[in-house]
């Protein structure tokens, strides 16, 4: 009975779309993951926390129950504040990622350098061939039901963009990326899967890259509206609030993928589990209790999660556990991110 | 060690709005509370479950953690379907028990029967004086946040009422009852508390009953959009999905308060204390851990509300769980009850 | 100077969507205009008057400023007015009508008619090949921008249409029509064509037909929220309160397009072109000023039109006018459409 | 035949909400109106005009059709740009003027100087007694309809404010104003008048000042969204997009009433007036139809005003006009005068 035992309780297969999460649940076996690359570092100004994963190969995809790709992470506690200041710098550092990202996705065309040497257009050129060189058209995609709050994180973005993509036949030289965006709904909204919207769009109007954002579940409550997610391996089956069945990847849409989440539920299950994992350490602690304590922390993660889908069925399949004041979070971080993008997509001082 | 103890369990004062689930806690004691009567009945035809729970003095109403009143409760199941039929068929169940306890709080005015003979009438007369006979006026107080799902009801009940008042004016006879309404948002929206709101409308447009439209927090997932509480009692602190810190009574707003609440969320609490319930009673049907399953059955309620909050503790506190499919289930249920207004306050057929 | 002269101010090219406004402009000079046939009746129950324009050749076409086709409407003043039974009456109508011409647009497959004897499900196969026979695969299209609230029609009607595409797979068998839905929003919120998230969204999905709906622009105020005209000629340019500037059509999308549009604006040059009609008459009944209504009247089109233009620029280009209770029309109106295609694909009661 | 009948054309009873408007169809009298000061300037950086009309007495009144006080436009056409740069410059302005008057209003309490001297402390306890110095209470009142479009502005406003009115409560310090905040809706909505309502949370809350927003109708189409009308003289009955019928004023409410306004809609009978004002001009210059043109020029106001009365008739009762980006202009707008009020209010940099 040790201190390995005790944290496989909380390995437990609960789900969670936060690669960040899936890499904590292995720091109790000494923090390294084969096939797995971690780097954190923290922002100096805005003391905003960035957590780098990637996975690098298929031990690591396993491992961590996610495809290989970067997972990248901003941590900032005072985004549930309303501090119009401190989110504006969020978005300044969000803009210097997501550039960073996007500019790797689109094989280092250097697409915002707007005074960007021969170099960076020529590589362009010879990548694509038919675009030749310049501004990316990005498609942003907006997954989530807009009425139901949690869940409307994504088309809430899109309904903050400044669309430009239709600009361009109106003599508006291409001075900068073409902005498009859909906030194709939910099947229930639509009788469609959300895969197959966005592969027509794609396929009619052939951007280089699709952003898409989405709420995401967190395995803690302290996540809710803190952390944001980019990840260069676009949606994945069964992730975000609203559990997408089919993914949305460069594999699956033809085009990269960029994908943008922010917890806004944790599942209940979750919350369940936290309190179980709690109630071992308290039996442990008491002489009375202690067998029971070790006699459930000691049974194999397969048999807990067993046992806690047998105390929770039949209620609680697809239950959220979401804070009431969510619609404030969500509204903010709406600004936050389009602006993140405004800036990484039209501005020079996104990153620097 | 008896199954009282064992009920006592699920006596922990974790929090609901149904006199219903506060019933159903006692029944382990042979269901017999003093100071409350209980009535059940179902409807033949649409097979819905009545429940009237009356709190006759402060013993009951000590015991039930609820004021003195009648609570009304239908049940039916088949709300959370698309059936536009049996949605309609509840909304004049809903009219009936709604007209009946209307005239209830009103003195017996028979405000409601066109062809009133002149007994009701001239009771009317006697009891108020200035309002002659006739039809009450009424102010519908959509209560909760309409940007967040499960707490918008209120709101949209009130958006989907016919509103009368102000058609008096305009040369026509008063007919019928005099509607009035309000969705006076939450505190973070206005900064300023419901009650104060209402009162002030209140002592402005004089109505003779107010109806508070509220989403309610429920013990059990399974009373999520299935289950509508009627009420002469008004609203009390600390109820609702948004948490009210002040009462919305006779007492308080000067008029008699008919509460309709609908149960939207199941507090993150309780979710965990179910589980918790059902482990002990996995742990004292095994030789191993009977011990401890006794031990945690055995402790007083309230050490066991104490550990379940400190297990909880710091995360826990106003978290909400609810179904992602919630939007739908509003919305039709905000149709249903604005029907069933429509038909108590306006129709002949309300009830019969 | 007589008649038909003064009728000609009325056929300035002022815009209208409405093919029954265009042929009443030619009522002046005698009704029969070649290549355009024209049959109208009244329901008995409802009082709706249903209009049928068919524009039959070419020669039609152009008098007619529209493609060729069927253009039906259902006139019913009564839709302003909040009659609940009113507007279900009507929406029974629009589902006998639409199903009839979508049994016309889909090759008398006989579609609907779940006990279809074996012909019609042979012709069916015979057809189509892939679709063995029986229910059609539907795409509705809510066009238009749901913020801006007369062109927010289309969106409301798919937010409350009833989507059964999904629901194939879950083992649900093929025993209905397969709906799907999606409100693309318009350019300036998404920074694409209409046509171009149609197309592609219809390529993935192969839909039989779609379903266009819309708001249009009419000549006449009291047309606005009283007049549904439904057509097999699909959307064309330049039409609907947004002005789409591509068409949506069986040539454009590669399936059928059924368009149901109401009138929720009329255009400001509409609006002071009907002021100087009457002012013309005005003028021309007094002595003094006969001459010059004479002169005005006596104009070529083309110049009144001229002069009208002038009067108005610069400020005219795209101005509304719009009735301040269009919210309730538009809400009210998008439950009639919904039900009515609700009834016209999924019931057996929507023709006989 | 001059100058002065033609302009008395445009002098028609036509509706404006802004008292700009009125000064304007005064200049062709040579711009002298007794009992009305006109001050006019330019803001050196943001080139925002500025014009202070102050109506000084009962004559002024009458000429004017307004109540006598303080109206204060700010016109910047490029309001409707999006800009974000601009419009933070424009809700400086707004937020010193605003500060300006607010002061007045209070009877020069110095209510938002933190550092204030003595003085102003003082004189605020003597004028008020129960509120020593410091913050005013400040009752933010969003008139219109959140469903129409154009008349969203004022709930968009309160939808965007930062209340604080509730904060006291938890140990806040008074250090800055209280503000609460109400979308009242409209009568339609709530079967009360929005006189009503705000009188009743007035009695309840005690605020110092009520500061109401609301959409308004202008005359000409190019002040659509490009100006901002403060007066200390509250809400006039007939006045805003909703034609509000009661007064919101000191008198009626009991409190001095800033109003904020801003052109959303023109009336579709000024936009007729306008094209028959340019077409006289057009008859006068011809030979031919001068004499037509003099007689209209030469009708007496009221007569002219009955005439386009009678052309409209009956249709053109409250028909307006907007263009059809209105949603963009009134987000934007919205931001822009909640942004105005907060720095007006909460912050130091406000003025100076």
Redesign the interface.
């Known amino acids: 009975m040790d201190g390995k035992k005790t944290e496989s309780v909380s390995s437990f297969p609960v789900r969670t779309d936060l690669a960040l999460e899936n890499r904590e649940s292995f720091e109790g076996d000494g923090g390294e993951v084969s096939g797995v690359a971690l780097r954190e570092w923290v922002h100096k100004k805005s003391r905003v926390k960035l957590t780098e994963v990637k996975i690098l190969n298929s031990q690591g995809a396993q491992a961590m129950g996610k495809p290989m790709g970067t997972y990248l992470t901003l941590e900032a506690n005072q985004l549930l504040k309303?501090d119009e200041e401190y989110h504006s710098q969020i978005a300044g550092e969000l803009a210097g990622e997501l550039r960073r990202l996007m500019e790797e996705m689109l094989g280092g065309r250097g697409c915002f350098r707007k005074t960007g040497g021969p170099g960076g257009g020529q590589n362009g050129e010879k990548k694509k061939g038919k675009k030749k060189k310049g501004f990316p058209a990005i498609l942003v995609a907006g997954l989530g039901?807009s009425?139901?709050?949690p869940?409307s994180l994504g088309p809430r973005v899109?309904?903050n963009l400044?669309?430009?993509?239709?600009?361009r036949e109106f003599g508006q030289r291409e001075e900068a990326a073409?902005?498009?965006?859909?906030?194709?709904?939910v099947?229930?909204?639509?009788?469609?899967?959300t895969a197959?919207?966005l592969?027509?769009?794609?396929?009619?109007?052939k951007p280089d890259l699709v952003i898409a954002i989405d709420a995401l579940a967190a395995r803690?409550?302290?996540r809710l509206g803190t952390t944001i997610q980019l990840t260069d391996t676009g949606i994945q089956p069964g992730s975000g609030?609203?559990?997408h069945r089919h993914s949305l990847t460069e594999e699956s849409l033809g085009v990269p993928v960029l994908a943008i989440g922010v917890p806004t539920v944790v599942g209940?299950a979750a919350?369940?589990q936290?309190?179980?994992s709690?109630?071992i350490q308290?039996?442990r602690n008491s002489r009375?209790?202690k067998?029971?304590?070790d006699?459930i922390a000691g049974m194999e993660p397969e048999d807990q999660y067993q046992?806690?889908r047998?105390?929770?069925e039949p209620?609680?399949g697809?239950?959220?556990?979401?804070?009431?004041?969510?619609?404030?979070s969500v509204k903010r971080l709406s600004f936050t991110i389009s602006e993140g993008i405004h800036q990484a997509v039209f501005e020079e001082k996104g990153r620097e």
């Open positions: 309303e039901n009425s139901v709050t869940d899109v309904g400044r669309m430009t993509r239709h600009l073409q902005i498009s965006g859909i906030a194709p709904g099947m229930a909204q639509t009788g469609m899967e197959e919207i592969k027509g769009i794609i396929r009619e109007t803690s409550v302290r609030v609203g559990n209940a919350i369940v936290d309190t179980l709690a109630l308290v039996l009375i209790t067998k029971t304590g006699w046992l806690i047998e105390l929770l209620e609680f697809p239950l959220y556990v979401t804070p009431p004041d969510i619609d404030q």
